[in-house]
């Protein structure tokens, strides 16, 4: 059983930048690992993920999100620049044991944190 523990949201300005943490118990190095966010009265949806030889990125943040890992920390990344107030939300980082795993299709993803909250103020 790998359990995610995210950190890092908070409230910024637009035009600001925050840097997401999610670190797990247990080794998922090889884990397939991605971030969803979910707006007040919208459905979840994919942000950005890793998986084998690939990195994925919604268009709405491709250019100022960028995913990362460290597989020694069992922690994964998402920097956030240039944030707009679109992008406030709980942001939510899940993994899957299949590194070849969808990312971008929540219901494929097998673990999941508790999400933070990401506010941007206009």
């Known amino acids: 059983q790998v359990q995610l523990v995210e950190s890092g949201g908070g409230l910024v300005q637009a035009g600001g930048s925050l840097r997401l943490s999610c670190t797990g118990s247990?080794?998922?190095?090889?884990?397939?690992m991605a971030w969803f966010r979910q707006a007040t009265g919208k459905e979840r949806e994919f942000v950005a993920g890793?998986?084998?030889?690939?990195?994925l990125y919604a268009d709405s943040v491709l250019g100022r999100f960028i995913i990362s890992r460290d597989n020694a920390k069992n922690t994964a990344y998402l920097q956030m620049n240039s944030l707009e107030p679109e992008d406030t939300a709980v942001y939510y980082c899940a993994a899957d044991p299949n590194p070849e795993s969808a990312v971008t299709n929540k219901d494929t993803m097998h673990y999941w944190g508790k999400g933070t909250l990401v506010t941007v103020s206009s």
């Open positions: 890793l998986s084998w030889m690939k990195t």
């Open positions: 247990g080794t998922f190095g090889w884990y397939a």
